[in-house]
């Protein structure tokens, strides 16, 4: 009487062990196909892969990436090669993307081009495998900026252009007036000359800072500031006689080596005096001060002319901005070279001025000495 219980005992116990047996041999292939993916990225590709300069995801879900390189890691601020996808904008536009690719709606993947909340721009590009999906970043934050000050350049210039450009199309429909006064014609032959130095100033700067942006890192090389600025001050030391001001040089001595452009520098030290001759006064004094400080050499131009208004300063680097006069010659462009060629050097400019009591100017900027040789 106790045989078909135990029969039926013994054939419930085995469809249990074959369906345990299955269960644990599906569960095995499953950890095997993830152990061989993170194999096979281990031991053939992380070497290369770690080190690339781009950026490698593979992702095995909308919430899961099993492999992550440094480059990606650093960019999208991931804390380990593999692990769970943040929730936030970034992942949620990467699995609408993903969603896409695996629906076919994009066949060749998915480009996009995004801001990070780091303020970096990356173009990432998504594409699916049998088993996993692969993302290629690439930082091109650099370029990104590059294109938007070209841009912002070019349309700044081709606004700034129609001023000159007008006045010297008007003046030479003047010239072309029969019988008109000698007086009028003088008039207009100065405003040509006036209007043409500035459209060449203009083209000269935008091409220099054009250099400037698309050039590779400036050529470094060990220069004595006291020697530049001396003779900044001695080239433009026959304007200055012309217009009654004075310029005086004030140094430590002596002062550390620097590390940079001299050609560059003496841009900057050339552009800051030139400053100083189109709007100082008869009878102003500048003077360029060079003086050790942390870090490097401390170097500013200091005048007692009229001053800047405060409303100003914080716009005086920007491309085509004037805060003098329009009879003041000046391109606008200027202040923005010399801040230019300043980044480069690992330095910033720095503007304070008095517009009451004792009134004028300083504008400032620390140079990096040479570093120290091992």
């Not at 006069?325 to 923005?336: R, Y």
Request: charged share 25%.
């Amino acid at each position: 009487m106790l045989v078909l219980p135990l029969r039926g005992l013994l054939w419930a116990l085995l469809l249990i062990l074959v369906a345990v047996v299955l269960t644990a041999l599906w569960l095995d292939r499953r950890r095997a196909g993830r152990r061989a993916a993170e194999t096979f990225i281990d031991a053939a590709l992380y070497a290369i892969l770690e080190h690339a300069p781009f950026g490698w995801l593979v992702l095995e879900s909308a919430e899961r990436y099993v492999y992550a390189n440094a480059y990606a890691r650093r960019l999208l601020g991931l804390e380990a090669p593999s692990g769970s996808i943040p929730a936030v904008e970034w992942g949620f536009l990467l699995d609408d993307d993903r969603a896409d690719v695996r629906r076919g709606r994009a066949p060749e993947g998915r480009y996009r081009v995004l801001r990070l909340p780091s303020g970096r721009v990356i173009r990432w590009w998504l594409m699916s495998g049998r088993q996993w999906d692969y993302l290629f970043l690439l930082d091109i934050t650099s370029q990104y900026e590059a294109e938007e000050a070209r841009t912002q350049l070019f349309a700044g210039l081709s606004h700034e252009l129609r001023t000159p450009v007008g006045a010297i199309l008007t003046h030479l429909e003047i010239l072309s007036l029969p019988d008109i006064p000698g007086e009028t014609k003088a008039q207009s032959l100065q405003m040509l000359r006036a209007e043409a130095r500035r459209l060449a100033r203009m083209v000269h700067l935008m091409l220099e800072l054009g250099r400037l942006e698309t050039s590779p890192e400036i050529d470094r090389r060990p220069i004595d500031l006291v020697d530049l600025a001396e003779q900044a001050i001695l080239s433009l030391a026959a304007q200055a006689e012309k217009r009654n001001i004075r310029f005086s040089l004030e140094a430590d001595s002596p002062l550390p080596v620097v590390w940079g452009d001299p050609d560059r520098l003496m841009q900057v030290f050339l552009n800051l005096l030139d400053n100083v001759l189109k709007h100082c006064r008869p009878g102003d004094q500048a003077t360029v001060i060079l003086r050790q400080t942390e870090g490097g050499v401390l170097c500013a131009v200091r005048d007692t002319g009229p001053g800047i208004p405060a409303e100003h300063l914080p716009h005086l680097t920007r491309r085509f901005y004037r805060a003098a006069k329009q009879e003041v010659e000046g391109s606008g462009l200027g202040l923005a070279l010399v801040e230019e060629i300043l980044r480069r050097h690992g330095s910033r400019l720095e503007i304070s001025s008095r517009t009451e009591g004792e009134t004028g100017t300083c504008v400032q900027f620390i140079l990096p000495t040479k570093p120290a040789q091992p």
